[in-house]
């Protein structure tokens, strides 16, 4: 509807309306507006419909298009902002442009606002930080008119400014340290605070014209988003905390996908103690440990964690009702943007897993690797494993005995057993140290892990340290100082043990080709996502096979039913058109349109009175519902209750309203059958003075 049944996406309207109405061709000042306000969008339609024709071929093949320029742009930004390898680049890239989650999108015309937001998204970025590199606030400025200009394509592109002004702010971290503690001038930081200045000049005073357009705040239903109409907060919070989790699974996992998400799709949580929790809880606790493990480690890949935590978060924060109120609990295309962090977490991971096996790989074919081998074989990785195991289990020993000294109050013996064995256990450390520290990729550190076992035995060590401790335990009782002997004593049978399991896990691990299986995953998962964006373009190939997907997927969405009952509806299948319809109301009893729709169809079927119940029940869930009051009325007007009939169209009429022309030209023909003419003629004239282009409007005018 926002392209075919917009004037001002198909031309009929002057050119200036395109910037007085919204996305759907309402005036901004209307009610009923949703207040999306996206003229370039509209531009793009009007033009290409203009240029190419009315074949919605072209504006398919324009979106295709503006996908392509985005991933290819997505890349180019990669290798240049973020200096990430070409592999790692290319990686995200690709899977950027065949993810699943942007079949919306791409498929759907609409979805045009997204792929333009997302295009100016990165170009205003890549202009940013070449400014902030060369200094140059020229270049800052068109930053922030790309930014502004991506927000009249979509609102979300304006939260490229946050993402720039926080990159910047950890761009310039050292430099801020560094002038804070008076290593530097403040004369340093002179150009961050012009460009930061910059920024938020810019965004208050796009974001205050946008306020201002917008004349009101847009009118949403329950049904639209049935989280926040919760009346409980717990509900109401603990829902929405959920919804970002669960758009972070449909970017990892696209498996179930649909066109819509209103109306139960996403049950409310109404407790503490829902599992659904536990997801919320792990998907806060990854992204903070992803951001704070990447802001505690330096490199390039690291920069890039960041920058896509924040794009992720950042790009995802008009969607998340944290500031207002949307009018959808789940949409797929508004992760259009969010999306670029999701892709490039994973790029670089599947990357840095090639580089770790392939450098594996390309290390064990030297011909040094030979004498590790024979070495490893004489040692085992398994033996230190088992020794760091047991050094672990000796210090625990240790420390109990400790606990026994103090709680017989000889602290003598403490201090003495604590002299003792700080000796004999810094020896066990410090060999069992030399050996984790050695770098098998040269043979002289393979001599010295050889001299460092032969030269220090294990159990020599620990035979000092049980000789040694023997002397202090006189202060404790028999049975304390047999059981502690006795752990001490199946030190030799423990160490087999363990030897044997890490000797089958060392060969387990030895004997799998990691790489391949890497590369094997990796080319499932693209395989994946390629085949499941083939049969989502399938589900969107026309009316009817996306209304079935959307009733295959989400079998408890009543938004589904309502609309395959329509479907139905229109091919004449009365019988299933009822039946989803009932469905639509089983699963969300006050869905106004669902039984004004069910009435339509009774009553074409005859059946006048549970028809008169169902319009009678839109009403009572919609009391504004204009088509139930012209149902309504047209029965009763069947049925010879003309005067209530009146009462109710004079109620909802409104003259503004375009849409209620009708319930005005029924009440002009209820106004003719009670013979008050001058009534009849007055109210065509002056519907005929607000709109006078109408031509239900000029009929009725040349008829009376």
């Not at 920024?199 to 357009?213: D, E, F």
């Not at 992803?290 to 390039?300: D, H, I, M, S, V």
């Not at 549970?610 to 009403?619: C, G, V």
Request: charged share 15%.
């Amino acid at each position: 509807s926002a392209v075919v049944r917009n004037p001002d996406a198909q031309g009929a309207s002057p050119l200036s309306s395109v910037f007085l109405n919204d996305f759907w061709g309402r005036p901004m000042a209307d009610p009923a507006s949703h207040k999306s306000y996206r003229p370039l969008t509209v531009l793009t339609f009007r033009f290409i419909g203009m240029l190419l024709g009315p074949s919605p071929w072209w504006q398919h093949a324009t979106n295709v298009a503006l996908h392509m320029l985005v991933s290819l742009l997505f890349c180019h930004v990669l290798t240049t902002c973020l200096s990430l390898r070409d592999n790692t680049a290319l990686i995200a890239s690709l899977l950027f442009t065949v993810h699943p989650i942007h079949t919306e999108a791409v498929t759907g015309i609409v979805g045009r606002a997204e792929l333009l937001a997302a295009g100016a998204f990165l170009l205003s970025f890549l202009s940013y930080h070449r400014g902030m590199l060369c200094n140059s606030m020229h270049l800052v400025y068109v930053s922030a008119g790309l930014a502004s200009l991506g927000m009249l394509c979509k609102e979300t592109a304006i939260t490229v400014l946050g993402l720039a002004m926080i990159w910047d702010l950890l761009y310039s971290a050292s430099t801020i340290k560094r002038c804070f503690s008076g290593q530097t001038s403040i004369r340093t930081l002179i150009s961050l605070l012009k460009r930061s200045s910059c920024i938020i000049a810019v965004s208050m005073i796009v974001l205050y014209l946008r306020v201002l357009i917008m004349n009101g705040e847009p009118l949403f239903s329950e049904q639209d988003n049935p989280a926040s109409f919760s009346p409980i907060t717990a509900t109401r919070y603990l829902t929405l905390w959920y919804l970002p989790a669960l758009n972070f699974w449909l970017l990892l996992c696209p498996s179930s996908l649909a066109y819509d998400w209103q109306l139960g799709s996403v049950p409310l949580i109404t407790s503490p103690m829902d599992p659904r929790n536990c997801i919320t809880a792990g998907f806060y606790i990854l992204m903070l440990a992803l951001l704070l493990g990447a802001l505690k480690r330096e490199g390039n890949n690291q920069c890039a964690v960041v920058w896509s935590v924040l794009v992720m978060v950042v790009s995802f924060l008009p969607a998340s009702n944290l500031f207002f109120r949307v009018g959808f609990v789940l949409a797929e295309r508004v992760l259009y943007i969010p999306s670029l962090g999701f892709c490039t977490i994973i790029g670089i991971g599947i990357d840095r897993l090639l580089n770790i096996f392939y450098k594996k790989k390309k290390v064990s074919k030297k011909t040094k690797q030979k004498q590790y081998i024979s070495l490893f074989s004489k040692y085992g990785a398994h033996q230190i494993f088992s020794d760091i195991i047991i050094s672990r289990i000796v210090r625990s020993i240790e420390n109990c005995v400790y606990v026994m000294y103090l709680s017989v109050g000889n602290f003598f013996n403490c201090r003495i057993f604590r002299l003792l064995t700080k000796k004999i256990s810094a020896k066990c450390t410090a060999c069992i140290n030399c050996k984790l520290s050695v770098d098998y990729n040269t043979y002289k550190d393979l001599k010295v892990y050889e001299r460092c076992i032969t030269s220090c035995s294990r159990t020599k060590c620990f035979n000092e340290l049980c000789k040694s401790r023997k002397l202090v335990h006189s202060g404790i009782s028999v049975s304390k100082r047999s059981m502690v002997f006795r752990v001490l004593s199946n030190y030799k049978m423990l160490r087999k043990i363990l030897s044997l399991v890490f000797s089958k896990v060392q060969n387990l691990i030895q004997s799998v080709n990691y790489s391949k299986k890497i590369k094997a995953i990796v080319f499932a998962l693209f395989a994946f996502y390629s085949m499941k964006t083939m049969h989502r373009n399938l589900d969107w190939y026309n009316r009817e096979t996306l209304f079935r997907s959307g009733v295959t997927t989400l079998p408890n969405n009543a938004k589904m039913h309502y609309n395959y009952g329509n479907l139905m509806r229109d091919y004449v299948k009365e019988d299933q058109a009822v039946h989803h319809y009932r469905k639509a109301i089983r699963l969300w009893p006050c869905y106004p349109s669902a039984h004004n729709n069910l009435g339509v169809v009774l009553l074409g079927q005859g059946l006048s009175d549970l028809a008169e119940e169902h319009f009678q029940q839109a009403l009572l869930h919609h009391p504004d519902h204009h088509g139930a009051a012209l149902n309504l009325a047209t029965l009763w007007r069947k049925l010879g209750y003309t005067s209530r009939a009146i009462n109710l169209l004079e109620k909802f009429f409104r003259l503004q309203d375009v849409e209620r022309i009708k319930l005005g030209l029924l009440l002009v023909q209820m106004y003719k059958e009670q013979g008050q003419m001058n009534a009849v003629v007055g109210m065509i004239k002056d519907m005929l003075s607000i709109h006078p282009n109408n031509p239900d409007v000029q009929e009725a005018f040349e008829y009376y």
